[in-house]
T-cell receptor, first 113, second 110 residues
């Protein structure tokens, strides 16, 4: 079974631009979560989607948004990029929204210059 | 105070040693716990998923949860150079939004 697929793997953007990251979950997994990973803060929860609905949201500004499609694929968008948004963005899928382990993709490395 | 605290290391051990990795958490409502291994330039790879207290064993890995002291541990037996990676612990109250430690860097020396 294929794992979680994230595209693109690397992105370089300029301050003020916006970016869209894509995630395809493991087949049959209906819950998708997004995390930001930085050296200083570790993994921080962004949001979680199940059945195209956002169920939970972390403590990030409104510039960070996401959505989930009917096939469970998900995208996250960051508008008006700041230097501090440089990070590894990880998508994780799980079978159910609760009581189910997270399976991560290899992430999208975003660099903002 | 972070929800999950983890000693960043680095930890260096000889091949074949038993490795003990530890985390503490602050939220007494946490019931779900996970351990991940992350290699450089890769995403976290799930090692163990446990619910509530007690031990769980999978091959060379044993996860231990002590809810009374809010302490979680991962033991690696017969450590191999291929175990060299960063290890992440995580906890959750309802099994959806997980809080992660910042990771412990482990090097196993041949």
């Amino acid at each position: 079974k294929a794992g979680v697929t994230q595209t693109p793997r690397y992105l370089i953007k300029t301050r003020g631009q916006q970016v869209t990251l894509s995630c395809s979950p493991i087949s049959g997994h209906r819950s998708v979560s997004w995390y930001q990973q930085t050296p200083g803060q570790g993994l921080q929860f962004l949001f979680e989607y199940f059945s195209e609905t956002q169920r939970n949201k972390g403590n990030f500004p409104g510039r960070f948004s996401g959505r989930q499609f009917s096939n469970s694929r998900s995208e996250m968008n960051v508008s008006t990029l700041e230097l501090g948004d440089s990070a590894l963005y990880l998508c994780a899928s799980s079978l159910r929204p609760v009581d189910s382990p997270l399976h991560f993709g290899n992430g999208t490395r975003l660099t903002v210059t | 105070q972070k929800e999950v605290e983890q000693d960043p290391g680095p930890l260096s051990v000889p091949e074949g040693a038993i490795v003990s990795l530890n985390c503490t958490y602050s939220n007494s409502a946490f019931q779900y716990f996970m351990w991940y291994r992350q290699y450089s330039r890769k995403g976290p790879e799930l090692l163990m998923y446990t619910y509530s207290s007690g031990n769980k064993e999978d091959g060379r890995f044993t996860a231990q949860v002590d809810k009374s002291s809010k302490y979680i541990s991962l033991f690696i037996r017969d450590s191999q150079p291929s175990d060299s990676a960063t290890y992440l612990c995580a906890g959750s109250e309802a099994g959806n939004q997980f809080y992660f430690g910042t990771g412990t860097s482990l090097t196993v020396i041949p």
